[in-house]
């Protein structure tokens, strides 16, 4: 009951539209402004899906913009934020103006929930949040309850413990730098809460900067983060995280960063002629790219990263 | 003697918390800059692990971001934020970590999550990141920041990350692994430490040229207050040039 | 008619119980050898996950254990117990599963542990390995043994990997997540299922030739007989060259 | 509190006087005839290191030499067990007399408690193991249970789940291919229940086939299996895992794992006699080596595996 090593090679829109229901829980990868998988969460703006549960670690700019779209209803992460450059403004926005659920939980609150489910365990202990607001805030008892506090049955001292529910995305979105079209893809450097969300989840849609070949990780199998078996689509996207950075590829765009914290900062016209320019007129992230990005600008970002890795 | 700024204080007093062969759990900002100083100088062996992953990275400056690729540079594994907040954190091999928040209380609890009432934020602020995880499980804890009145409240809108959360055995009884946490916090005018009979902060070292009463006046809480209070050894010339030249040498948090 | 020999005929028949794009997990011996076949006939797309943690592999004939570079080869991750064990099949990804024991009972829970009272073993074995792994969470069960009345007692003497215990709904009651799996048991005699009423086997194929008596008298529980039996195809001559010359060329476990 | 970054490299002897204490809770790496650490197993055996519990998954020849040696008093573990070559005999042997103590559990149990353990927490759940007598034969209760039964409290409907207690070896051997002076190294092909069972460890001492520059790691940091947080010693000894197979650098050998698996069987004098040959006699590892394998054996063992990956 995997999924096969069929060619899982499409669109971003056909992916979303296959794989990406109205309701869905959302799992989304990236962390802050690194490898963000924006050329997917544009799609999912584009087509309008709706009534979205956005779950990760650090979400940014990725999921702000799916708020930023009035498409959110929920979020379970970590934290909203882009540090340097400022917390994640319209998911700011959105709660404190009341038109968002916020569900707190440290990064390894989300990371052992991820886990869980990508074991098929129902729940895992964590000895993190004990004592904070992240707990107390939440509902430890009841039918369906946030978390449960037990004692640790293996200690003969008094140890509480709590245990967090499994948490298993409808689908994921992830941006990468190697896939093949089976859906076997590489994650260079740190790989965030990613390979535990993946292998959680339903289904997952991958996007990459580079298609190899089939033979590729079947000649380097240990470059291998997650094999097809959990993955439904590939898309084939180039600066696909742009504007965030992608290790070995890219620099993040500080001044499209800025650009975007600005308006979504402001919020109102300004916010709405960026999701109108950035998103619905070029029809497609290549659309997009060529709005923002001169070929120039891309050498530049591509340069700033060979010097730093 | 030395021209320095007051952010420039803070970094070397934060530098001279770690110890040679420490694993410091960091983000970036001064933290990081005070890390890189202690490498640079007392601590060449000290181990920086990020929470995104990376192990011993030798970390250009400056980054900006935990998903820099400055916090990669050299690092001997890459990893994930399980294999960081799970594997080194929770798991106990942390010696150090780095915090920060809006609010710091009398128990050196702080929030980054919410002011005001949590159904109804006042301000949104971040949330915990892995901010909650490394005041859970680090033996030492480490808080860089600015000392104004609205940062120090008597107690946390809401606990995003604690400190000894309202007394001394409070984190032994709600279950965390380092019950007695070592807490400071280095703010421009001087370093708070947390007191372990009471579980409460109180003033340790002062900033050259500070009195106490300057800093009770802008604490919310009433700070505990030793018989004499040594001073904060000002950076020497070397440092501060060491400082700017290298650790961050573009200004980009050391700014005038 | 084909000349085939008992071993041929397990491992044809095996093979048969596997679809294409099955994802299977298989140790090495005769399920291997049926993976295999399947894999050249008409299941191409079938995915091995060896417990061992490789995914997809290209397996060259005739690995011996699944430590076995053999099973490595052409994978396309390399994995470990856990993302093989927990990732894969705990998780919930295996279509179907191989298992073996010295012991199968009527509810066709299996034995590779001890024989004799645990606390004193007659005949220490050498335990679950995988196998309770594989038993409690593979939506489908495929047996191959030797049908030898001692093979097939009425109780095991230790349950190592669970069948259906010790009624229909008793995997359910204990938690197993897959609380009615297909299990077929393929001897040298005959092919017998897990009636789900009961939660017992019964004869479901006869071998060529092969009379629901004689399968009866060599078994140690009594057996639900179905009104009509149908017989286990015999393979083909180019199946039973296939399994000879590519499947297991050196005749490492299809001897004589 | 991690292990420093410092010079590691010591010969098998330091390593297991300085870090394998009498009585200690042993972690086993390899599995079955891969990978197993013989040359440091020999050396705990030759140091006549007595009182051991050794734990791991799929235990063979490693393990089976302590057995025969009278050193060990318990094993954890999923199976004691060369596959085709028969189970490991000494083993079997001592827990038919009644001499060792075998606590059983399956590879997934195993491989949980040690996640559990490199996690920092006190337990793992698992849905493996439920109503077999692998939970049957231990106790569920009192201050000191070998396991706990549990409702799943996220679920309405009653869904029991076992919860394991974590399981941290007070030392750990393993043999791996590539190793640094610092204790990073790579485990090439599958990696058994090592990173878990390593990262889960007090000590580890690592042998190794290769040692690589100190700089190969910071070059290649996807390769890194374990860093050097986790390592206490490490011993270079090419050929270390023979006569088990090592990925990518040599073939098990057959004739001898069929030759101790026959004295092995056989006990007695036959196996005593193996012992002082192979373990006593020589003084150290290149002495076993040296008596059990031929330059001309060694390309042999290297061809077969060059063949087969």
């Given amino acids: ?309 | 003697m030395t021209d320095y700024r007051p952010d420039e204080l803070m970094v070397v007093e934060a530098a001279r918390h770690i110890n040679d062969g420490d694993v410091v759990l960091v983000g970036t900002g001064l933290p990081m800059l005070a890390g890189l100083l202690a490498q640079r100088t007392h601590a060449p062996n000290m181990c920086y692990v990020v929470e995104t992953g990376p192990v011993a990275p030798r970390v250009l400056p400056t980054p900006i971001s935990v998903s820099d690729p400055r916090v990669m540079h050299g690092a001997v594994s890459h990893g994930s934020l399980l294999s960081s907040l799970g594997g080194v954190l929770q798991r106990g091999l942390a010696d150090v970590s780095f915090l920060g928040g809006a609010q710091i209380d009398r128990y050196a609890n702080l929030n980054s999550t919410v002011i005001g009432d949590p159904e109804r934020p006042k301000v949104r602020l971040p949330g915990s990141g892995g901010a909650n995880d490394l005041a859970s499980h680090s033996p030492r804890i480490l808080i860089i920041t600015r000392h104004e009145r609205r940062r120090f409240p008597e107690r946390c809108d809401y606990i995003t990350s604690p400190g000894y959360l309202d007394g001394p055995d409070a984190r032994k009884l709600s279950g965390l692994s380092v019950p007695y946490p070592e807490i400071s916090v280095i703010t421009d005018l001087c370093v708070m430490e947390i007191d372990r009979a009471t579980g409460t902060l109180g003033v340790a070292r002062l900033a050259p040229g500070v009195a106490f009463g300057e800093v009770q006046e802008k604490t919310g809480f009433e700070l505990i207050r030793p018989a004499d209070i040594p001073s904060i050894n000002p950076p020497s010339g070397d440092i501060v040039e060491l400082l700017r030249r290298e650790v961050d040498p573009g200004g980009i948090y050391l700014k005038g």
Same sequence: chains 1, 4.
């Fill in chain 1, 1 to 309: 009951m995997g999924k096969s090593a069929t060619n899982k090679l499409m669109s971003a829109a056909e992916a979303v539209e296959r794989f990406v229901p109205d309701g869905a829980v959302l799992g989304m990868g990236g962390q802050s402004i690194g490898r963000c998988p924006m050329a997917l969460s544009f799609e999912i703006a584009r087509q309008g899906k709706t009534d979205l549960t956005v779950v990760g670690c650090n979400l940014a700019m990725s999921m702000d913009v799916l708020v930023g779209s009035g498409l959110v209803t929920r979020t379970e992460c970590g934290t909203g934020n882009l540090e340097r450059y400022g917390t994640a403004f319209r998911w700011r926005a959105a709660a404190e103006a009341g038109e968002l659920a916020v569900a707190d939980y440290s990064h390894l609150g989300m990371a052992s929930r991820f886990l869980a489910a990508s074991l098929g365990l129902p729940f895992m202990p964590i000895k993190s949040l004990l004592g904070s607001d992240i707990l107390t805030t939440k509902r430890a008892d009841g039918p369906d309850p946030d978390y449960v506090l037990m004692g640790n049955p293996f200690s003969i001292e008094s140890e509480p413990v709590a245990l967090l529910p499994a948490l298993s995305p409808d689908v994921s979105i992830v941006h990468v730098q190697k896939a093949d079209a089976a859906g076997n893809f590489a994650i260079e450097g740190f790989s965030t809460h990613e390979p535990e969300m993946v292998k959680a989840s339903k289904a997952v849609i991958v996007s990459c900067e580079e298609i190899v070949d089939p033979e590729y990780f079947r000649e380097n199998p240990g470059e291998t983060t997650v094999p097809f078996l959990f993955v439904d689509a590939v898309v084939h996207q180039p600066f696909g995280g742009y504007p965030t950075s992608v290790y070995r590829r890219y620099e993040h765009d500080r001044e499209h960063v800025v650009e975007y914290q600005r308006v979504a900062r402001a919020g109102g016209d300004e916010y709405a002629d960026y999701l109108r320019r950035a998103i619905e007129e070029p029809g497609d992230f290549d659309g997009f790219l060529a709005w923002a990005l001169t070929d120039d600008k891309k050498a530049v970002l591509r340069d700033e990263m060979e010097r730093l890795i």
